[in-house]
């Protein structure tokens, strides 16, 4: 089906095409302040935002509401989950949790296989949850794992992302996939195998196999203030550089029994000394009665908040609860109240229970937050340079453009969820403004076709993550890596996902007829 079908789109002007170029010299201009004139990324983001907002026409006072009204926006939604998932992290590394899922995992996978692994782990934790939950329950693991297992942190940290970011585009109940069915009039059950079919091998391709070309070509230093987070106090050490000339990773896949050994040590008095393959590692700082807990009760306070969450999309998608039970699921699912909920169950299997005295809770929760300042702070900065390109017309403009190209109607349902995305920084509201422009053209379609429709969406809004996204600064942030190199990695990876999975479903739409 072409858009030909589509209705007559309004004029264009010139101002349209202003806005557009506009959006480009914003991000070159944002990119430059930061890479060349190292200014600091809430500086740079800030100024660019009122930029936009200025040369597309706006007075100071709409400028000045549109950049806080995005803090504001994009703090509350995100900014809180950071917080939680930070105290959760720092519940869990203080009590010895983490060590006991990375020694398991690191045991049972070996370095060789470690990015299959996170990606497989990534996908489930990832299947229910927004991006930036996901992506912060997992910040915890990716540290410890790559610290644990004296591996670059790249190794693990790229193939989670790649996990989350895979279940997010592709997948339902994700919000904008679900906008995407609703738009399109897709089938739910239809939509969700073939995002599955699509979705292995952008998993595989994004993850594994790109992280084992990229890692050694970008240096990530992993920053104090994410070690002090998110690793074990005491025994944190400096995770390696993904610098192939500082680190070589050779060593590690040429010797997997090495590197486990490195794995199955902690530090005693200086030094490392090996712990039996049944020991359960316990943090040093802990006084002697305080225990780690135990494998199952780590993994069930972690997928405590995944469990939540899946069992508020089972109803949105099944309908199965109703009344009382339909309000107690909403809320309890909802992202902020999960994790609140595992919050306050770590208090306990963390803490109290694990023999921890109040005090000992006290401090670790104080030790929670300072770290992650500096994070908050910049990606409040990121929303509200994406608030700025919103109100300034780009999502009208680009609107304006996709009707006015003659493609077939997959084709451009995903160029116009990569154009939103691009000059939005959200896959979500990529997918949502894109859905509402295609939507209207879908009228006819067969339900195979409209499923893959919906998928085109969803691939479309993946593309090329960059500085006005979000959780670009939350990846560059936590694993310690320049724009540069953050554009090479997580704008690459979202890139290449994008492309292959736009490449999968036109080759189901060319085998559906």
């Avoid at 994004?206 to 084992?212: C, K, Q, S």
């Avoid at 390109?389 to 997959?410: E, K, R, T």
């Avoid at 209207?440 to 969406?457: R, V």
């Amino acid at each position: 089906m072409s858009a030909k079908s589509a209705t007559a789109a309004g004029a264009w002007s010139g101002h349209d095409t202003w806005l557009l170029v506009l959006v480009g010299l914003s991000i070159a201009t944002v990119v430059v302040l930061i890479a060349w004139a190292r200014l600091h990324a809430f500086l740079a983001l800030m100024l660019g935002a009122f930029t936009v907002s200025m040369l597309s026409g706006e007075d100071v006072a709409k400028a000045a509401d549109s950049f806080t009204a995005g803090v504001g926006a994009t703090i509350g939604k995100v900014g809180v989950l950071i917080v939680l998932g930070a105290i959760l992290g720092r519940l869990m590394a203080d009590s010895g949790g983490i060590d006991q899922i990375v020694t398991t995992l690191t045991r049972v996978a070996g370095p060789r296989r470690l990015p299959w692994a996170i990606t497989l782990i990534a996908c489930v934790v990832g299947l229910p949850m927004f991006f930036e939950v996901g992506f912060v329950m997992l910040v915890p693991l990716v540290l410890q794992i790559a610290r644990r297992a004296g591996q670059p942190v790249l190794r693990a940290g790229i193939p989670a992302m790649a996990g989350l970011a895979t279940v997010h585009a592709l997948v339902p109940p994700h919000p904008g996939v679900l906008v995407a069915i609703s738009a399109v009039h897709a089938d739910i059950g239809l939509t969700l195998v073939y995002g599955l079919i699509v979705a292995v091998p952008c998993a595989v391709v994004v993850g594994p196999l790109f992280t084992a070309y990229i890692w050694p070509r970008v240096t990530a230093r992993v920053p104090e203030s994410a070690l002090a987070a998110f690793t074990t106090a005491g025994t944190a050490t400096a995770i390696p550089s993904s610098s192939p000339a500082e680190f070589a990773v050779g060593i590690a896949d040429r010797n997997p029994a090495a590197a486990m050994a490195t794995a199955a040590t902690k530090t005693v008095s200086g030094r490392r000394t090996p712990i039996p393959p049944d020991h359960e590692e316990v943090p040093e700082q802990l006084q002697d009665n305080r225990r780690a807990p135990r494998f199952s009760v780590t993994i069930g306070t972690v997928l405590l908040p995944v469990a939540l969450m899946m069992l508020k999309a089972s109803c949105d998608t099944f309908g199965w609860a109703h009344g009382a039970a339909l309000t107690g699921v909403e809320f309890l699912g909802t992202p902020v109240v999960a994790l609140l909920v595992a919050v306050v169950i770590a208090l306990f299997t963390f803490g109290w229970t694990a023999g921890a005295s109040r005090r000992q809770v006290h401090e670790t929760l104080s030790r929670s937050f300072p770290p992650i300042a500096g994070v908050l702070v910049i990606v409040g900065a990121g929303g509200g340079y994406s608030q700025a390109l919103h109100d300034s017309g780009v999502n009208s403009a680009i609107g304006q453009a996709a009707q006015h190209l003659h493609v077939p109607l997959i084709l451009l349902a995903w160029l116009t969820a990569a154009l939103m995305r691009t000059a939005t920084g959200s896959g979500t509201v990529a997918t949502v403004a894109a859905a509402g422009i295609v939507g209207p053209m879908a009228h006819g379609l067969d339900t195979t076709h409209a499923a893959l429709l919906a998928l085109a969406l969803g691939s479309g809004a993946a593309f090329l993550g960059h500085v006005n996204d979000a959780s670009f600064w939350m990846f560059k942030e936590y694993f310690g890596l320049t724009v540069g190199g953050t554009l090479r990695t997580w704008t690459a990876s979202h890139t290449l996902l994008s492309l292959t999975s736009l490449g999968a479903i036109l080759a189901l739409s060319a085998l559906a007829g």
